[in-house]
């Protein structure tokens, strides 16, 4: 927790989310109208002096507009070094990016002012900063009696945080009747009496009333007595008969695989068999078991799924065996030999690129099984680069260069059954048909919104995560974000897609259409693995053990509720996509596997949320590639004046 100064600071966040596309030369762009809010975020830390926590409540005025449309534009103004920590300065990203997500204009015309008082941490204002841009845009004037804590998420469900009962003392101090919290952490323990205290019954003990909420519209509502526009929740149509027996024609050649992988694996001696490798392949029979089940259900993408993972799965079995087999049998000049013969890879890159090169989507489900296509390249690219990265760094160590280099093995084949995926998604293309993609669709814009929001995500990773693995291991933080890259494939996925693979996108696609859908597939892609990245290290509370392996879950029930919650969205937005006449084959699909999922293990629970995520974001875009050219603009009205804001009553502390 960080020591607070008295001394303000103003932090001037200028958020235009998308770039300009619709100003010819020499025509003067709009000045966005300037509107003003005011919110009160609470903190809790301690004081100078004091190892006691302490909670507080202080105001942050939020000013949207006053600059032209159409333009990036993001600045910091401190009067203190560093006064607002990059994490806080990610969740204002994320607030901004959220509210543009939520409402129905275009986000290019938005930019957002926040004036913070003090050095300030913490993502835990995110869920309110976003209520207070989403109501300075809508002209809804808030409660100033009312107040919250919260992460927001990318669909927006408000996510778990800590220090609420302090949170709560501090919002009373301030004149505060009301405060929302997650509605996941009605039960929190309080360090000072090491007690499980209701949240609800703490609130009523200082005369404030608690209320939990699980999303931003039920937030929003009790904030300015005011709906925030929302798809109706309808029961969902199946898939079509048609689409459905496209599917099904693809997994015998996943089986196949899957197969040919174990048979090659259990004919090997022993010593080719290493205790990760016989994991793998029980792992990969367990699901591959599970295929003739969801077949009779009519759960044909979960099946094609499990199809796909089983034979991955049992690949990687052989992989690893075959290095194992090598270095046991030939040594380990062997197996570091095999670890270099990687040609068969860049040939399956080269073929895959090819083929998503020379596609043309016409029509909206074409287009999202298409990006699929291009988000599994994307993917495969992450694996391959990982994998470079570790061979080019084998340590002189054998018992370690040995673990190393079964992580190369496993890094190209998990790469390798990417590129197969992406070419299977292409041949499902061909057979889907629906609704004609309009011209000026803003492919490029959505790109560098998702990618925005990504940075925003990753520094925050980076503050919470990185920050700690370095803190254990007594690591620099180049050599953090390398060892959490290891043991995490998201986490490294987000690093190198970011750094590497996004860059390195034209020279597999040129400049055209396939190169701004294949930015845009990534774009997609990086910024759920961002969002989940998060929800895993903050909101769910992961614990993992000394190799970075999952252990289990702090906050469980919190993971129940969400699920349900982001199923309804999920749900929702896909809702939208058919009232507004767009295809929904292929956010019917993700959803199926999600259900599928969320049924499963408790990491199999975290990869449905986000497939949740990826069903709401992908439906979001593919409405706002519907409405091309003509977007609403954004029109923000005044609100009525605003009272002036509450004085601290001690200097604030850092907020958690």
């Not at 989403?134 to 669909?155: E, W, Y």
């Not at 490294?492 to 040129?510: N, T």
Request: proline share 7%; aromatic share 8%; net charge negative.
């Amino acid at each position: 927790m960080m020591r607070l100064s008295t001394m303000g600071l103003i932090v001037l966040l200028l958020t235009a989310v998308l770039p300009g596309t619709g100003f010819s030369a020499g025509e003067e762009a709009a000045v966005t109208p300037i509107s003003k809010v005011t919110v009160y975020p609470l903190a809790y830390g301690t004081r100078a002096g004091d190892d006691t926590p302490f909670g507080v409540c202080h105001a942050i005025p939020i000013t949207v507009g006053g600059a032209p449309q159409g333009e990036i534009r993001i600045g910091i103004f401190e009067d203190k070094l560093s006064g607002a920590s990059p994490m806080w300065r990610a969740a204002a990203w994320q607030a901004s990016l959220t509210a543009a997500q939520l409402l129905d204009f275009n986000p290019q015309a938005m930019q957002a002012t926040f004036t913070v008082e003090g050095k300030i941490d913490g993502p835990s204002a995110g869920a309110l900063l976003t209520i207070g841009v989403l109501s300075a845009v809508l002209g809804d004037p808030l409660r100033d009696d009312v107040t919250m804590t919260g992460t927001i998420n990318p669909d927006g469900m408000i996510g778990p945080v800590g220090g609420i009962p302090f949170k709560i003392e501090g919002a009373a101090r301030a004149g505060k009747t009301t405060v929302l919290i997650p509605a996941h952490s009605r039960l929190e323990l309080d360090p000072r009496t090491k007690e499980i205290i209701d949240l609800i019954g703490h609130g009523e003990k200082h005369g404030v009333k608690v209320i939990p909420v699980n999303d931003i519209w039920t937030a929003y509502k009790i904030f300015t007595g005011k709906p925030l526009p929302r798809p109706e929740a309808k029961e969902l149509p199946t898939v079509s008969p048609k689409m459905s027996k496209h599917v099904l024609k693809h997994i015998p050649r996943w089986n196949k695989l899957y197969k040919s992988a174990r048979e090659k694996y259990v004919s090997w001696p022993d010593f080719g068999h290493p205790e990760y490798a016989n994991q793998q392949l029980a792992s990969a029979d367990k699901i591959n078991k599970q295929i003739n089940s969801l077949l009779v259900e009519g759960q044909f993408a979960p099946a094609y799924w499990d199809a796909a993972w089983s034979a991955a799965l049992a690949w990687v079995a052989h992989e690893v065996g075959r290095y194992h087999y090598s270095n046991n049998a030939y040594g380990r000049d062997a197996a570091v030999k095999l670890m270099f013969q990687d040609q068969w890879l860049e040939k399956e890159v080269e073929t895959t690129a090819a083929a998503i090169r020379f596609y043309r989507p016409q029509t909206f489900d074409q287009l999202s099984i298409y990006m699929e296509a291009c988000n599994a390249f994307f993917t495969g690219l992450c694996y391959r680069s990982l994998a470079n990265v570790i061979r080019e760094n084998l340590p002189d160590d054998p018992d370690v260069a040995g673990v190393w280099i079964v992580a190369v093995a496993e890094q190209h084949v998990v790469c390798w059954l990417n590129m197969k995926l992406a070419r299977d998604y292409l041949e499902l293309a061909d057979s889907y048909e629906g609704t004609p993609i309009p011209e000026g669709a803003p492919v490029n814009e959505l790109s560098k919104f998702f990618l925005r929001s990504t940075e925003a995500g990753l520094s925050m990773v980076n503050e919470l995560e990185v920050k700690k693995v370095a803190k254990k291991y007594k690591l620099n933080n180049d050599a953090a974000i390398a060892a959490l890259s290891l043991s995490d494939p998201a986490y490294a996925m987000a690093q190198l897609g970011m750094k590497q693979i996004i860059p390195s996108l034209p020279k597999y696609f040129g400049e055209g259409k396939q190169l701004e859908y294949a930015r845009l597939a990534a774009a997609i892609g990086l910024h759920t693995r961002a969002a989940m990245l998060i929800a895993k290290y903050y909101s769910l509370g992961v614990e993992l053990d000394d190799n970075y392996n999952f252990v289990r879950l702090k906050r469980e029930r919190a993971l129940e509720d969400w699920l349900d919650d982001s199923k309804d969205q999920a749900q929702r937005a896909i809702t939208g996509l058919g009232d507004a006449g767009i295809d929904q084959t292929t956010c019917l699909q993700i959803f199926s596997i999600a259900r599928i999922y969320e049924g499963r293990s408790a990491t199999d629970r975290i990869e449905a949320l986000g497939y949740y995520f990826t069903t709401n974001v992908l439906a979001q875009v593919l409405q706002r590639l519907a409405a091309g050219e003509h977007a609403p603009e954004l029109d923000v009205p005044q609100p009525a004046p605003l009272p002036a804001p509450l004085p601290a009553p001690i200097p604030p502390p850092s907020e958690e």
